[in-house]
């Protein structure tokens, strides 16, 4: 079983940065689209951003859509999320897994190849 550790949250104020990453525990994450996802207390995780299995192509929310890039290295078993221009409503716990595109903006529940982590933390607040 793959597993899947999300790291790079923390908190930031309205405006900045913030890359989070995701480390597969196995070869087989090179197989699946990804993306990553966020919730809130309270609301359903929804899909923010997918990529397809060699990176060719990525989709995303509306929400996220010229704030935020997802990208992935293969060789590293890495996913990756660069968050620019951060709002408050961009405050979450913060997810990767698997995913199709089909489902961008949606919220879950999401039936997914792996195992969900624990997720990081990003908390954007002046």
């Known amino acids: 079983q793959v597993a899947l550790v999300e790291s790079g949250g923390g908190l930031v104020q309205p405006g900045g940065s913030l890359r989070l990453s995701c480390v597969a525990s196995?070869?087989?994450?090179?197989?699946?689209?990804m993306g990553w996802y966020r919730q809130v207390p309270g609301k359903q995780r929804e899909l923010v951003a997918t990529?397809?299995?060699?990176?060719?192509?990525?989709d995303y929310a509306d929400s996220v859509k010229g704030r935020f890039t997802i990208s992935r290295d293969n060789t590293k078993r890495t996913l990756s999320l660069q968050m620019n221009s951060l709002k408050p409503e961009d405050t979450a716990v913060y997810y990767c897994n698997s995913a199709s595109s089909f489902q961008i903006g949606s919220r879950g529940p999401f039936s997914t190849a792996f195992l969900w982590g624990q997720g990081t933390q990003v908390t954007v607040s002046s």
């Open positions: 196995g070869n087989i994450f090179t197989d699946y689209q």
């Open positions: 990529i397809t299995t060699v990176g060719l192509s990525q």
